[in-house]
């Protein structure tokens, strides 16, 4: 597949990479936290409304419940006080408000099931948009310099767009697109790393454009993509698996994990790709 502006460099293999099945609870995963030695994630859409924080060997410690319903939940981010959690999927296109839910990070003593704070984000007017042909479909959050990032996944255009909004405000309209350079793929999560004020994006081919790997059974072929703090494309990678990527993160080692959607055939999988934002 051709890039705009930056070829891909595929996979090599590290002694780092390491691969773990996460258990039935977590089968189809779509966000992913690192948060010291352990990780937090969710399912997607319909699941059950719950956190589940869990260690390097996909061991569940904690869970959180919501007393909001999962309608599409899609990614989590943190300001290191609170998680923020994006209640933002759209494939079909009819929403007309997304939301996200503000959680404390220190889950003790909170009562179950939590009733957290929600932010609601009010789309622009419905312009009869079609199921997999808009871009206010969005499966990435990312907090950083105090504000929270909404990154679409762009169906339509295939550019993905970052939009700035306040965690303070509980209703806010969507305002301005911000466009990163186009990676060639879809996008499924994203972080911001701060040491080096790098943008990370995750991700895979749009379906309907890479017919040849489903033809093929080469699987989803998910990619990652690197940006400066000005959206600058310095980057493209192959990732070391050929699953639905749905989470990426960075820990305190600044290693770079993923988390996979199961299906019926195989579990979720939580991969330590090898690779480091160093």
Known sequence: MLLSGCS??????????SVVALPSQLLETSGLLCLEQDFISFNDSGG????????????????????????????????GEFLYLADTGNNAGYKK???????????????????????????????KRQPYQHD???????????????????????????????????QQQLGNAIPFANPGFL????????????????????????????????????????????LLLLETKALPTTGQVEGLCIDQDKQIWLSEEGTKQSPALLIKTGFSSQ
């Open 97 to 127: 408000a997304l939301f996200i839910y503000k959680v404390p990070l220190n889950w003790s003593g909170l009562k179950q099931p939590y009733t957290p704070e929600r932010l609601e984000i009010i789309l622009p007017p419905d312009e």
């Open 136 to 170: 206010l479909d969005f499966e990435a959050l990312v907090y950083h310099q105090d504000a929270l990032w909404l990154i679409s996944k762009s169906w339509n255009s295939q550019i993905p767009t970052r939009y700035k909004l306040d965690p303070k405000l509980k």
């Open 187 to 230: 996008i499924t999560d994203a972080v911001f790393e701060q040491s080096k004020q790098e943008w990370w994006l995750v991700g895979y081919p749009d379906p309907r454009k890479a017919i040849w790997a489903y033809l093929s059974n080469a699987g989803f072929q998910p990619q990652i993509a690197r940006y400066d703090k000005d």
């Open 48 to 79: 059950k409304p719950v956190l589940y924080r869990f260690d390097r060997n996909g061991d569940i410690k904690h869970q959180l419940h919501l007393s909001f319903r999962n309608s599409d939940w899609e990614a989590i981010s943190s300001d």
């Open 8 to 17: 891909v460099s595929q996979p090599v293999p590290a002694a780092r990479q």
